[in-house]
């Protein structure tokens, strides 16, 4: 009996802390304004982006990784959740929005990012950022893994923030 209410009593004590750490914004870096360009040629400030919780994937077309994660980001634009596929370290060749078209992707393309994954100090593909609606970075990451769990729980704690923004 005593070993059952000891994994309660931690069971309880880990869910406090998670629950403490989700709700406190401070803990989370601000990502810099970043000026993107999109590959239809438009412009796309991070400003305009605040109210509303997105995701930025870091990508290029030659990575085998990213080409295996982009199911599961689809899925995640599917769902409500804006995702940004920003490509970097590409060929002068390369034509981003249409490989991602042709795979059958609906999310937009920002191009020639290589400036601004810099100053991130982003330099590896695939890396993925979950930014809330007050464009914090909660996540990180730079998972290939389609099925990874936090892929999908970092989603749904954006889109629940979307929800709760809604009621």
């Given at each position: 009996?005593?070993?059952?209410?000891?994994?309660?009593?931690?069971?309880?004590?880990?869910?406090?802390?998670?629950?403490?750490?989700?709700?406190?914004?401070?803990?989370?870096?601000?990502?810099?304004?970043?000026?993107?360009?999109?590959?239809?040629?438009?412009?796309?400030?991070?400003?305009?982006?605040?109210?509303?919780?997105?995701?930025?994937?870091?990508?290029?077309?030659?990575?085998?990784?990213?080409?295996k994660l982009q199911p599961a980001l689809q899925k995640i634009d599917d769902m409500g959740l804006k995702v940004i596929a920003?490509?970097?370290?590409?060929?002068?060749?390369?034509?981003?929005?249409?490989?991602?078209?042709?795979?059958?992707?609906?999310?937009?393309?920002?191009?020639?990012?290589?400036?601004?994954?810099?100053?991130?100090?982003?330099?590896?593909?695939?890396?993925?950022?979950?930014?809330?609606?007050?464009?914090?970075?909660?996540?990180?990451?730079?998972?290939?893994?389609?099925?990874?769990?936090?892929?999908?729980?970092?989603?749904?704690?954006?889109?629940?923030?979307?929800?709760?923004?809604?009621?």
């Amino acid at each position: 009996m005593k070993q059952l209410f000891i994994a309660i009593a931690l069971i309880f004590i880990s869910f406090t802390s998670y629950s403490q750490e989700e709700s406190t914004q401070e803990t989370y870096p601000k990502l810099p304004t970043l000026n993107l360009q999109m590959a239809d040629g438009s412009p796309l400030n991070t400003q305009d982006l605040l109210g509303q919780p997105y995701v930025l994937h870091f990508w290029a077309t030659w990575c085998p990784y990213c080409k295996k994660l982009q199911p599961a980001l689809q899925k995640i634009d599917d769902m409500g959740l804006k995702v940004i596929a920003v490509s970097f370290k590409e060929d002068d060749d390369a034509t981003p929005a249409k490989a991602l078209s042709d795979r059958g992707y609906t999310f937009k393309t920002a191009v020639k990012a290589d400036a601004i994954a810099q100053q991130l100090g982003i330099r590896g593909t695939p890396t993925t950022l979950f930014v809330n609606k007050e464009g914090n970075v909660i996540w990180l990451t730079n998972t290939s893994n389609p099925e990874d769990a936090n892929l999908h729980l970092k989603a749904r704690t954006l889109l629940h923030s979307i929800d709760m923004a809604t009621e």
